[in-house]
Structures are given as C-alpha cells and as structure tokens.
C-alpha cells in the first residue's frame, strides 16, 4: 500500500454504514485492524479506549475494523467496554486486503485528503502516544498520553 489510503465502505456494530471519504470530511480518521481472539489486541483495548476518550468530543473518528464476524466482535466489545466504533469486515476481507496489515493490531491514522501519515503494527505504547499527539496537533486540543510508559503493559507486544 503506499501512502494514499484506498475508500472503503463498511457496516457498523451500530447498523450504520462508514465511508472512509466521508469521516475525513470530518476529520483525521484512525483506523484499527484486530481481531477478538489476538493477546495484543486484548491488550491494546484499554488503550484505544483511552485514546478514544481523551479525544471524543473532537473533530476525528475512530474506526475498529474486525477481521471476524460481527457476534465475535460484539462478544470482545462487550468484555472489553469498547468504546471505538466498531465495524465487520468478515467475511470477504476486503478492506483488510486492500490495506494489508502485517498483524492485528495495526493502525492506520488518516488524513484529509486521505493519506495514511501513521502506521503502528502491533501493540507499541510509543506509537499510540505519537498517534495520540497527531490527533491533538490536528485538532487543536491537548495532548493525553495514553500510553504510560510505568503502568505495569510492556511496551511493545508483537501482534
């Protein structure tokens, strides 16, 4: 994939439909590729909550997009408290063979007009906190880290 990241529309959780064209009329949009049974991803979701509350009230989005069905996902959202907007990919994939993730979790941030500035494969605090500070520079608003490094997660876990 190179840097222009391809449109895309999915179905939500919620029943809405998401186009990536439309949420970056909005804004940046942060997009998460995991799946419900992956260690780094569990690990990962307290984190993207948190990421996701230090900024929701802000002009971006933040789209889970699960490689698996969508009871699978519903079944981690609930465990999990998970706050991102969720959306299915399963099972044709093919949102996550237009972008090619290297493992789950992987993030993409996404800018207006539509190119991909970050790319995070995994679970690494430094890049949710660097993901985090871009979110805050493009709206304007305070940065949160989201990512200490000393509370007790490793700082890196393969995915």
Known sequence: ????APDFTLSGLDGLDYALHEGLGK???LLAFW???C???ALAAPYFNRLYDAYENLTW???AICQEGAAAAAGFVRRHDFRPTVLVDAPALAVSRAYDPPSTPTLYLVEPP???MVASAGFVKDE???ISRRIAEYAGAEYVEVAPADDGAPAFKPG
């Open 1 to 4: 994939m190179d840097d222009r």
């Open 27 to 29: 804004g940046p949009v």
């Open 35 to 37: 799946q419900t049974e």
């Open 39 to 41: 260690p780094a991803c």
């Open 61 to 63: 989005s933040f789209w």
């Open 114 to 116: 539509g190119r991909v």
């Open 128 to 130: 949710l906190n660097a």
